[in-house]
C-alpha cells in the first residue's frame, strides 16, 4: 500500500457513473480470480487452522501470498555471499512459507506468490539497511531458481517484486537527474527472475510484471514513488508516446499486477494525475498496455491483475472512511473491476486490520505503517465488511430505475438468494426479489422499486444464512 499524494478529489457525476455501472454487463469479465490475502495471522502457527476455516467460510477460492527473499535465504544479514549452492532449495529455510502453500494446494486453491524485498543484505550494492538497493540481478536469478525447484507448479502464478515503484521496496527510485532510476532496475531484476524460473524447471512460467502501486511523482528526487504508468513505460523502454527507444527486447509475461488502491472517496473517484492508476481511473492501465502492446513492447492482450486492494476504515482518519461505507465500496470497486473485461483478478488485502501505525510515507523512513482494509478489527471483532464480503451488492440509480449487481463468493455453482429493499419512512426491509446467479455466482437485474437502503440474504447448501449489511445507491 502505497503513500498517497495530497490530492484535490474529484468525483464523476453521479449520473455517469452510474451509467458507466449500468452498462458494464455488455462487456464485463467472465473470469476473475480473487485472491485473498489474510496477511500476519495467517503465518501464526497456532492460528491457522482458524484462519483457513474462516476463508472457507468466506468463500475464498484462491490465495496471495508474500515472501520476502530475506526471510528464506542464508545468512540474511551477512554482508558477505555464503559459499554455498543458493540455486538449491535445501539452502534455504522455508518453513514459513510451505505449510501454507501446501494446504492452499490440498484446497486447490491457486496460490499467487509474489517474491520481494527487503532482500540479503549480500545481495544488495551499498550492503545498508533497509536491505533495497540495486538488488544483485545474478543473485535474485540463483534465488528464483530455488524457489521454482522448491514450490514448481504448487505456485500457480509467480510475481516478482512487490510495489517496485515504491521506496520502501526498491531503491533508488530517482537519478540525480530526476529522472526514474526503478524501472530499470526492475526490468533487470524481472528478467533474472523469470530466467530463474525457467532455469527451476518451469519452461513457460506464468509470470506477473509490475505489482505497481497506484499514485508518484512524474519528475522529482529522493524518496519519491514513480508514478505508474511512467513506472511501466520507462521498465518497457518507452517514450512518454509510447514509441520505443533502445535496443530493449519485447518481456514476456502472464498479466500485469497494480494495487489500484483509492482514496477515501467513492471508488469511481479519477486521480486528475495521467500516470497516476486508481480504482476508478483503471481505463488508463487498460490503454497503456494496449500501447505498449502496439510498440511491441509486450504481447498483446495482456490481462491485468489486481493482486492487492482494500478500502480503508476507522480509525484511521487519514485514508479511511466509517466501516459502514468501507463495505459499500469495496463491493463498488469490485463491480468495477468485474465490469473491465481485461481484468482476470481482484483481490482483498487484509483479513484483520493492522494496529493504527504511522502516517501515510513512514514506512520508507523505517517507521510502521498499519492498514485498516481488513474485513475485521485489530481485535478480531468482525466490521460491517466481514457479513459484506461473502456477498458483495452495489446499487446503482439511473434514469429513475436502480440497477443491482452482486456475487455470491461462497457458491459452488447457479444458486438463489433473495435482495431486500427498505424504502423511505420503513422501518423494516420487505423482500424485492429472489434472485438465480450465474454458474460463478453473479447476478444483476433492474428495479423500478423506490428504496433508500438494500441487502441481500443467501442460505447455503450445509444451512449457514449470510446477510450482507445494508448498502444504499450511488
Same mark, same amino acid.
Given at each position: 500500500?502505497?503513500?498517497?499524494? &495530497?490530492?484535490?478529489?474529484?468525483? *464523476? ?9 449500468? &452498462?458494464?454487463? !455488455?462487456? !464485463?469479465?467472465?473470469? $476473475? ?24 467460510? *468466506? ?11 530475506? &526471510? ?47 532482500? @540479503? ?10 536491505y533495497i538497493t540495486r538488488p544483485d540481478d545474478k543473485d535474485f536469478q540463483e534465488f528464483m531458481t530455488a ?9 500457480? %502464478? ?36 523469470? =530466467?530463474?524460473?525457467? !532455469? ?39 517514450? =512518454? ?7 530493449? &527486447?519485447?518481456?514476456?509475461? !502472464? ?26 481511473? *483503471?481505463?488508463r492501465l487498460t490503454a497503456a498496455l494496449d500501447r505498449a502492446a502496439s510498440a511491441h513492447a509486450i504481447p498483446?492482450? %495482456? ?33 468495477? =473491476? ?39 478489527? %485489530? ?24 440497477? *443491482? ?47 433508500? $437502503? ?15 449489511? @445494508?448498502?444504499?445507491?450511488?
Amino acid at each position: 500500500m502505497p503513500r498517497f499524494r &495530497s490530492l484535490i478529489p474529484t468525483l *464523476l457525476a453521479a449520473a455517469l457513473a452510474a451509467c458507466l455501472i449500468g &452498462s458494464a454487463s !455488455a462487456s !464485463a469479465s467472465t473470469g $476473475q480470480t480473487t485472491y485473498f490475502e489474510a496477511g500476519s495471522p495467517l503465518f501464526e502457527p497456532a492460528k491457522q487452522n482458524q484462519v483457513f476455516a474462516q476463508m472457507q467460510t *468466506l468463500g475464498v477460492h484462491a490465495l496471495r501470498i508474500e515472501m520476502s527473499w530475506s &526471510s528464506v535465504a542464508p545468512g540474511a544479514t551477512s554482508a558477505s555471499k555464503p559459499g554455498v549452492d543458493l540455486t538449491s532449495p535445501a539452502t534455504y529455510n522455508w518453513a514459513e512459507y510451505a505449510p501454507i502453500i501446501a494446504r492452499a494446494d490440498a484446497l486447490h486453491w491457486p496460490v499467487l506468490l509474489t517474491v520481494t524485498s527487503p532482500v @540479503p543484505r549480500w545481495a544488495t550494492s551499498n550492503k545498508k539497511a533497509p536491505y533495497i538497493t540495486r538488488p544483485d540481478d545474478k543473485d535474485f536469478q540463483e534465488f528464483m531458481t530455488a524457489v521454482a525447484r522448491r514450490f514448481g507448479s504448487q505456485v500457480a %502464478v509467480y510475481s516478482i517484486w512487490n510495489e517496485p515503484n515504491h521506496p520502501a521496496f526498491l531503491q533508488p527510485q530517482w537519478n540525480s537527474n530526476r529522472t526514474p532510476a526503478s524501472p530499470r532496475i526492475y526490468r533487470g531484476l524481472y528478467q533474472a527472475g523469470y =530466467a530463474g524460473l525457467q !532455469a527451476g524447471g518451469l519452461a513457460h512460467p506464468r509470470v506477473l510484471f509490475g505489482e505497481t502501486a497506484p499514485t508518484g511523482y512524474e519528475k522529482t528526487t529522493g524518496l519519491h514513488d514513480v508514478a505508474p504508468l511512467l513506472f511501466l513505460r520507462e521498465a518497457l523502454c518507452l517514450n =512518454a508516446h509510447y514509441k520505443r527507444h533502445g535496443s530493449c &527486447s519485447e518481456l514476456q509475461m !502472464a498479466g500485469y499486477a497494480h494495487h489500484a488502491y483509492t482514496k477515501a472517496v467513492n471508488p469511481h473517484w479519477v486521480d486528475p494525475i495521467r500516470d497516476d492508476v486508481t480504482i476508478g481511473s *483503471l481505463s488508463r492501465l487498460t490503454a497503456a498496455l494496449d500501447r505498449a502492446a502496439s510498440a511491441h513492447a509486450i504481447p498483446h492482450g %495482456v490481462p491485468i491483475y489486481l493482486t492487492e486492494f482494500g478500502v480503508q476504515s476507522y480509525p484511521n482518519h487519514e485514508l479511511g472512511v466509517s466501516t459502514g461505507r468501507q463495505a459499500e465500496y469495496d463491493a463498488i470497486a469490485e463491480h468495477i =473491476a468485474w465490469s473491465n473485461p481485461r481484468v482476470a483478478a481482484f483481490s482483498q488485502y487484509l483479513l484483520k486490520d493492522d494496529p493504527l501505525g504511522g502516517r501515510p510515507g513512514a514506512g520508507v523512513h523505517g517507521g510502521t505503517v498499519g492498514f485498516q482494509t481488513g474485513l475485521e478489527y %485489530v481485535s478480531g471483532k468482525p466490521k460491517p465488511l466481514y457479513y459484506g464480503w461473502a456477498v458483495p451488492m452495489t446499487v446503482s440509480k439511473y434514469h429513475g430505475r436502480f440497477s *443491482l449487481w452482486g456475487l455470491v463468493r461462497p457458491a459452488q455453482g447457479p444458486t438463489t438468494l433473495t435482495v431486500l429493499v427498505r424504502g423511505k419512512g420503513a422501518k423494516r426491509f420487505s423482500t424485492l426479489k429472489t434472485v438465480t446467479t450465474n454458474s460463478r455466482g453473479y447476478w444483476s437485474f433492474s428495479s423500478s422499486v423506490k428504496g433508500i $437502503q438494500w441487502r441481500v440474504r443467501w442460505k447455503s447448501p450445509s444451512g449457514h444464512t449470510y446477510e450482507g449489511p @445494508p448498502v444504499g445507491a450511488f
